[in-house]
C-alpha cells in the first residue's frame, strides 16, 4: 500500500523556520520524482519545490527561491522542505506529491498545515 505522510508543520513567527518531512512506503522511492505542493485557503494548489529522480536536480517556485531547500535521502525514502525566513503568505497546507514512471503513477500525502504568524 502507497503511502506518503508529511509531518513538521506547525506555528511559526515571521522570520522563523521549519522542516517538513514526507515518509514514503509502498514504491520505489529512488525512481520516483518528488515534489511539495501548497494550498492556501481560498487559492489554487502550487509547486513550491520538486526535486527529480536520478539526477537530483531542483526546481522552486520563485516565491521560495533562496529561502527554502528540497532534499532527499532515498535510503530514508523520504523528502525534506527546509523553509527558512518564512514569511506570511508561506501559511498553507503543504503537501507531499511523488511521480513514478513504471508503473506511470501520481500519488499525494494528507498535508501538514504551516502557519506564519507574529
Known amino acids: 500500500q502507497v503511502q506518503l505522510v508529511e509531518s513538521g508543520g506547525g506555528l511559526v513567527q515571521p522570520g522563523g523556520s521549519l522542516r517538513l518531512s514526507c515518509v514514503t512506503s509502498?514504491?520505489?522511492?529512488?525512481?520516483?520524482?518528488m515534489t511539495w505542493y501548497r494550498q492556501a485557503p481560498g487559492k489554487e494548489r502550487e509547486l513550491v519545490a520538486r526535486?527529480?529522480?536520478?539526477?537530483?536536480?531542483?526546481n522552486y517556485s520563485d516565491s521560495v527561491k533562496g529561502r527554502f531547500t528540497i532534499s532527499r535521502d532515498n535510503a530514508k525514502n523520504t523528502m525534506y522542505l527546509q523553509m527558512n525566513n518564512l514569511r506570511p503568505e508561506d501559511t498553507a497546507v503543504y503537501f507531499c506529491?511523488?511521480?513514478?514512471?513504471?508503473?506511470?503513477?501520481?500519488?499525494w500525502g494528507q498535508g501538514t498545515q504551516v502557519t506564519v504568524s507574529s
Open positions: 506529491n511523488a511521480q513514478t514512471l513504471s508503473p506511470s503513477s501520481t500519488y
Open positions: 509502498g514504491f520505489t522511492f529512488s525512481g520516483a520524482t
Open positions: 526535486i527529480f529522480r536520478v539526477t537530483g536536480t531542483t
